[in-house]
C-alpha cells in the first residue's frame, strides 16, 4: 500500500504561483511513476503532468506545457515527495488536483493510489 497525501493548494491572482506537494508513503518502491490530474467543477477528471521513474521523463498537457513543472525527490526507501509548480495560472486552471500514484499514465484506471485532493482557485 503507498499512501499520498497533497498539500499546497489555495487561492491566488491569475499570472501568479503556487507549488503543490505530494507526499508518498509505504510501498512507494512498487511504483514507476506519479501524476497530477485536475477536476474543475462539473467536469471530468483531466490528466496535467506525469512523472516516470525511469529516466526522469516528464509529460505535460497541451493546456499546461510551459507553465507547469513536475519533479520528485526521494525522502528515502519508503519515502518520495512529488511537485508541481504552477506559474502563470489562469482561471481556467481553477480545479481540485489530486495526485496519483503507479504509473505514469495519462489516464486515470492506470493508476493504483489517489490523494485526496487539494483545490486550487485562480480569481481573474
Known amino acids: 500500500q503507498v499512501q499520498l497525501v497533497e498539500s499546497g493548494g489555495g487561492l491566488v491572482q491569475a499570472g501568479g504561483s503556487l507549488r503543490l506537494s505530494c507526499a508518498a508513503s509505504?510501498?512507494?518502491?512498487?511504483?514507476?511513476?506519479m501524476g497530477w490530474f485536475r477536476q474543475a467543477s462539473e467536469k471530468e477528471r483531466e490528466w496535467v503532468a506525469s512523472?516516470?521513474?525511469?529516466?526522469?521523463?516528464?509529460?505535460?498537457?497541451d493546456s499546461v506545457k510551459g507553465r507547469f513543472t513536475i519533479s520528485k525527490d526521494d525522502n528515502g526507501p519508503t519515502e518520495l515527495t512529488v511537485y508541481l509548480e504552477m506559474n502563470s495560472l489562469e482561471p481556467e486552471d481553477t480545479a481540485v488536483y489530486y495526485c496519483?500514484?503507479?504509473?505514469?499514465?495519462?489516464?486515470?484506471?492506470?493508476?493504483?493510489?489517489w490523494g485526496q485532493g487539494t483545490q486550487v482557485t485562480v480569481s481573474s
Open positions: 509505504g510501498r512507494t518502491f512498487e511504483m514507476y511513476g
Open positions: 496519483a500514484g503507479g504509473s505514469a499514465a495519462v489516464v486515470p484506471r492506470y493508476y493504483t493510489y
Open positions: 512523472i516516470n521513474w525511469r529516466g526522469g521523463t516528464t509529460y505535460y498537457a
